[in-house]
Nanobody
Framework: QVQLVESGGGEVQAGGSLRLSCAAS????????MGWYRQAPGKQRELVAT???????NYGDSVKGRFTVSRDNAKNTVYLQMNRLKPEDTAVYYC???????????????WGQGTQVTVSS
């Protein structure tokens, strides 16, 4: 019954900023990693950013230097700060959480419902 709920999406002009939030129904310490993916119409879902339980981060090439992923363990929430937004950032953004399910290291990924981000010129 893991629930991930995204918020903070909306419409912004190119060059602007948005901060997305992902609230988890349980402690985010239970996730090996959490992150953000996005999907635009007609395109595959792509990596935006991830953050591991140890604090390591990973970013998709298209957002490096512009987006920052962070977490607040006390609030069970992961954030995505998006700066210098471009029209090509327009997509539905999905929160993810990865849990380890056995001693062999197999994982299961949970997904939120998504939040729309639209960047206009």
């Amino acid at each position: 019954q893991v629930q991930l709920v995204e918020s903070g999406g909306g419409e912004v002009q190119a060059g602007g900023s948005l901060r997305l939030s992902c609230a988890a129904s349980r402690s985010i310490n239970n996730f090996a990693s959490m992150g953000w993916y996005r999907q635009a119409p007609g395109k595959q879902r792509e990596l935006v950013a991830t953050i591991s339980s140890g604090g390591s981060t990973n970013y998709g090439d298209s957002v490096k230097g512009r987006f920052t992923v962070s977490r607040d363990n006390a609030k069970n929430t992961v954030y995505l700060q998006m700066n210098r937004l471009k029209p090509e950032d327009t997509a539905v953004y999905y929160c993810s959480g990865v849990v380890v399910v056995n001693v062999e290291g197999a994982t299961r990924t949970h997904w939120g419902q998504g939040t729309q981000v639209t960047v206009s010129s």
